[in-house]
């Protein structure tokens, strides 16, 4: 059974960091894209940082030189270390799961709250 689950999330004030992790089963990190997003309340999913096969990264404007994806592959997991987080990046984190840069991401996890406070 594929299974892609969110932990690290919780409180923070703004400037702060957190580490977020997804650990995956059933499939390899190796084999697959995978990629953050989160949720806002009230907003629309947006993307945050995206980790390919070979392992080069994609990053959202709004989080460039702050986040940073890595992957362990030996141990499955997908990381996201977040820096000088904002009030407004609070949200629920989601990681992700597809097969490659032409079809959606379809493997997802069931996130991880983040609140940043003022």
Known sequence: QVQLVESGGGSVQAGGSLRL??????ITTSSYYMG?????PGKEREDGAQESRDRSTNYADSVK????VSKDNAKNILYLQMDSLKFEETAVYLCAARVSVSLPYIIWGPGTQVAVSS
Do not use: L
């Not at 953050?36 to 806002?40: K, L, N, S, V």
């Open 65 to 68: 030189g702050r986040f940073t």
């Open 36 to 40: 953050w997003f989160r949720q806002g």
């Open 21 to 26: 992790s997804c650990v995956v089963s059933g």
